[in-house]
């Protein structure tokens, strides 16, 4: 596609439920980026992919997160036993060289 | 501990007059510094950006100027328009490390009123 494209645009998990949010990013970008937007902050960095490889994820907040990417394309961001403070838009971004990133509209998750 | 920080959280201007939206830091790591614009429900998209080893970079009606000695860069829209309306986030990187690892502030809400 023209853009990164990120499913599902919105989330609703119960408290304890395991979520699963996608990214599709632009044909050919090398590095993927996970960022995560609580209400009223700017993006903050959660981990950064190049190709399959997963170069830095020190912005994951606990071992509950986790990030694959296995075939250097599409990327999985999960969060297990979710609680209320997971609650956040989850921003994906690709580029094709440094610096320079383009964002996906973001998956919103909320949860009870 | 906010490394970029946006004091201002919300900007009014008329249009046609200038936007002048400020961003400070901390880390003297930072050498290449970004601003995104952002629309309600969408991601980010990149407006500007400048090296640290200029102190101004131009693009339409959109200037970044950047004060290394201050820490301090702010970003001009002249003339501003009504779709300038948005939140805006200034955003830095160190490029000796990953550069697209950016460190975002919290963003200026501008809105440009008729």
């Known amino acids: 596609g023209a853009g990164v494209s990120q499913s599902p645009r919105y989330k609703v998990a119960k408290r304890g439920q395991d979520v699963a949010l996608r990214c599709d990013p632009i044909?050919?970008?090398?590095?993927l980026f996970w960022y995560q937007q609580a209400l009223g902050q700017g993006p903050e960095f959660l981990t950064y992919?190049?190709?399959?490889?997963?170069?830095?994820k020190s912005g994951l907040p606990s071992d509950r997160f986790f990030a694959e990417r296995p075939e250097g394309s599409v990327s999985t961001l999960k969060i297990q036993r979710t609680q209320q403070e997971d609650s956040a838009v989850y921003l994906c971004?690709?580029?094709?060289?440094?610096?320079?990133?383009?964002f996906g509209e973001g998956s919103r998750l909320t949860v009870l | 501990d906010q490394q970029v920080k946006q004091n201002s959280p919300s900007l009014s201007v008329q249009e046609g007059r200038i936007s002048i939206l400020n961003c400070d830091y901390t880390?003297?790591?930072?050498?290449?510094f970004l601003w995104y614009k952002k629309y309600p429900a969408e991601g980010p998209t990149f407006l500007i950006s400048?090296?640290?080893?200029?102190d101004k970079n131009e693009d339409g009606r959109f200037t970044v100027f950047l004060n290394k000695s201050a820490k301090h860069l702010s970003l001009h829209i002249v003339p501003s328009q009504p779709g300038d309306s948005a939140v805006y986030f200034c955003?830095?990187?160190?490029?000796?490390?990953?550069?697209?690892?950016?460190?975002f502030g919290t963003g200026t809400r501008l809105q440009v009123t008729l």
């Open positions: 971004a690709s580029s094709q060289s440094d610096p320079g990133l383009f």
């Open positions: 044909s050919g970008h090398v590095s």
């Open positions: 992919f190049q190709n399959e490889a997963q170069l830095d």
């Open positions: 880390n003297s790591m930072f050498d290449y």
């Open positions: 400048i090296s640290s080893i200029k």
């Open positions: 955003a830095a990187s160190a490029l000796t490390g990953t550069a697209s690892k950016l460190t």
